[in-house]
């Protein structure tokens, strides 16, 4: 059983961010999303943290506060936080930082990560929710022999169609999603864009941002995505596809472009769900597997206010 873990509340401004990402680097469940900077770019640097006085055991809290009541919500373009160690995150663990959290949110609607194993309890709710991986061999060329034959007949499809790979823009992406795909999303803001490309440059300048896409024989580009290089992973953060994309194959042919394009110490494609069963049987299709993790729910808001949303 691990040993009492004496724990912190540190505010953002307080927080030594260089340290923070040096040893989120080293730990073996690190993820993008709790680095200091990935947090500043989705959360507009309101975020505070449960950490050790070793910084040993990191917990990036992305509070916010409404009607005077502080919440702790999972941002958006955020798919897992919760602890993370060069330990392992027991249920001992996770159980005193949970019992912090309590402590100081009384609305609470946080994913925790793959790694951290959390009990279940009469006191709050959870939810196991589906992320997909695929693994990649190192031949690059045999990650095909992975995909299903609608995947392979959708390659064949773009290359009859002369689709070409290529390096594209986070604007570019986000216009293919605004003209297919915004308007069947329910309560979406613009601001969501402003996030989104804040992240990708913040990104980028630290080499883990990538945009790539496909093009057709006119040079207009069908679809794109946004990939996050972190260590061995890379993850399919964030894409956009047109009609013509759809008809023609282009999304199939640029995650098989990604993956023979991406750095040979990429192992891990994290596709990042999905809860949609569509959109798992798409991932499945490449061979991907679940990965999955705990999302927990504790609403202990006054009556009146059970209807605050993030």
């Given at each position: 059983?691990?040993?009492?873990?004496?724990?912190?509340?540190?505010?953002?401004?307080?927080?030594?961010?260089?340290?923070?990402?040096?040893?989120?680097?080293?730990?073996?469940?690190?993820?993008?999303?709790?680095?200091?900077?990935?947090?500043?770019?989705?959360?507009?640097?309101?975020?505070?943290?449960?950490?050790?006085?070793?910084?040993?055991?990191?917990?990036?809290?992305?509070?916010?506060?409404?009607?005077?009541?502080?919440?702790?919500?999972?941002?958006?373009?955020?798919?897992?936080?919760?602890?993370?160690?060069?330990?392992?995150?027991?249920?001992?663990?996770?159980?005193?930082?949970?019992?912090?959290?309590?402590?100081?949110?009384?609305?609470?609607?946080?994913?925790?990560?793959?790694?951290?194993?959390?009990?279940?309890?009469?006191?709050?709710?959870?939810?196991?929710?589906?992320?997909?991986?695929?693994?990649?061999?190192?031949?690059?060329l045999l990650a095909a022999k992975q995909f299903s034959d609608?995947?392979?007949?959708?390659?064949?499809?773009?290359?009859?169609?002369?689709?070409?790979?290529?390096?594209?823009?986070?604007?570019?992406?986000?216009?293919?999603?605004?003209?297919?795909?915004?308007?069947?999303?329910?309560?979406?803001?613009?601001?969501?864009?402003?996030?989104?490309?804040?992240?990708?440059?913040?990104?980028?300048?630290?080499?883990?941002?990538?945009?790539?896409?496909?093009?057709?024989?006119?040079g207009r580009l069908l679809c794109g995505a946004f990939f996050?290089?972190?260590?061995?992973?890379?993850?399919?953060?964030?894409?956009?596809?047109?009609?013509?994309?759809?008809?023609?194959?282009?999304?199939?042919?640029?995650?098989?472009?990604?993956?023979?394009?991406?750095?040979?110490?990429?192992?891990?494609?994290?596709?990042?769900?999905?809860?949609?069963?569509?959109?798992?049987?798409?991932?499945?299709?490449?061979?991907?597997?679940?990965?999955?993790?705990?999302?927990?729910?504790?609403?202990?808001?006054?009556?009146?206010?059970?209807?605050?949303?993030?």
């Amino acid at each position: 059983m691990s040993s009492k873990i004496k724990l912190q509340f540190i505010k953002c401004d307080q927080i030594n961010r260089i340290k923070w990402d040096e040893v989120l680097l080293q730990m073996p469940n690190s993820l993008p999303y709790a680095a200091s900077w990935y947090l500043d770019a989705v959360t507009g640097d309101q975020w505070d943290a449960l950490i050790s006085p070793d910084y040993n055991y990191l917990m990036p809290l992305p509070s916010k506060k409404k009607l005077g009541n502080r919440y702790l919500p999972t941002p958006l373009f955020v798919q897992q936080l919760g602890i993370f160690s060069n330990n392992d995150c027991d249920e001992n663990t996770c159980n005193q930082f949970i019992n912090q959290i309590k402590a100081n949110y009384k609305l609470i609607e946080f994913n925790f990560n793959h790694f951290n194993k959390i009990q279940e309890s009469s006191n709050y709710s959870l939810r196991e929710r589906c992320n997909m991986i695929l693994h990649l061999p190192s031949d690059r060329l045999l990650a095909a022999k992975q995909f299903s034959d609608n995947i392979k007949r959708n390659i064949q499809k773009s290359v009859g169609n002369e689709l070409k790979f290529g390096a594209t823009s986070i604007r570019s992406i986000i216009n293919l999603f605004q003209e297919n795909k915004e308007a069947t999303i329910e309560n979406w803001k613009v601001e969501n864009y402003n996030i989104l490309e804040r992240l990708y440059h913040m990104s980028a300048l630290r080499g883990y941002g990538k945009a790539f896409g496909m093009y057709n024989t006119n040079g207009r580009l069908l679809c794109g995505a946004f990939f996050m290089e972190w260590k061995n992973r890379s993850i399919f953060l964030f894409s956009g596809n047109s009609e013509e994309g759809k008809q023609t194959g282009a999304m199939a042919a640029l995650i098989d472009g990604y993956i023979r394009e991406c750095r040979p110490e990429i192992e891990i494609l994290d596709f990042e769900g999905s809860d949609n069963q569509g959109l798992k049987r798409f991932y499945q299709s490449f061979g991907a597997i679940e990965a999955n993790y705990v999302h927990l729910k504790l609403n202990r808001l006054p009556f009146f206010l059970r209807w605050l949303k993030k």
